[in-house]
T-cell receptor, first 113, second 111 residues
């Protein structure tokens, strides 16, 4: 009965490869997000979708392409991986109300070698 | 845009009280959150303030002053399990109500 689940938990890959991270939420939330947490633990928003529509895109390289097939799923595809992409990627969801908290997935630790 | 500042690290003694400060400068404000993140885990929600004043929840309290762009998280009766990072986050008032996180404060509780 996990609320926000993302897979895989760990991803180790070579530079130049393409990889995907999947996220699903069973909370009935309207809005889903991808956040990147770097080695200094700074959590930075990348994308947000509301009812499958992209509403936030924070100057992320276009090698990163989010896809939301329905409002319960938000996947992240990354092309031509670079060393600097190594980080923990968190999926999150919320209702689109001011006081609604974010529910985070357990994170995907991506290591690019 | 948002600019959010917190101390990088703090150390406190088990059983004591600690206050973690957060200052912010925003182009629009629609609420401030505190999240707790244990090492290797996801952030989890602690508190939400949108009006000035103190919100108390058990051992944790959060304060907001909108005019000063200032908040603090107060942790009482510290326990070893409170060792974690504490993230201040601000929601803006734009149509998409983006939530921006500060750099987090790593709290170490010592015996």
């Amino acid at each position: 009965d996990t609320a926000v689940s993302q897979t895989p938990k760990y991803l180790v890959t070579q530079m130049g490869n393409d990889k995907s991270i999947k996220c699903e939420q069973n909370l009935g939330h309207d809005t889903m997000y991808w956040y990147k947490q770097d080695s200094k633990k700074f959590l930075k928003i990348m994308f947000s979708y509301n009812n499958k529509e992209l509403i936030i895109n924070e100057t992320v390289p276009n090698r990163f392409s989010p896809k939301s097939p329905d409002k319960a799923h938000l996947n992240l595809h990354i092309n031509s991986l670079e060393l600097g992409d190594s980080a923990v990627y968190f999926c999150a969801s919320s209702q689109r109300q001011p006081n609604e908290k974010l529910f985070f997935g357990s994170g995907t630790q991506l290591s690019v070698l | 845009g948002q600019n959010i500042d917190q101390p990088t690290e703090m150390t406190a003694t088990e059983g004591a009280i600690v206050q973690i400060n957060c200052t912010y400068q925003t182009s629009g404000f629609n609420g401030l959150f505190w999240y707790q993140q244990h090492a290797g885990e996801a952030p989890t929600f602690l508190s939400y303030n949108v009006l000035d004043g103190l919100e108390e929840k058990g051992r944790f309290s959060s304060f907001l002053s909108r005019s000063k762009g200032y908040s603090y998280l107060l942790l009482k009766e510290l326990q070893m399990k409170d060792s974690a990072s504490y993230l201040c986050a601000v929601r803006d008032s734009g149509g998409y109500q983006k939530v921006t996180f500060g750099t987090g404060t790593k709290l170490q509780v010592i015996p």
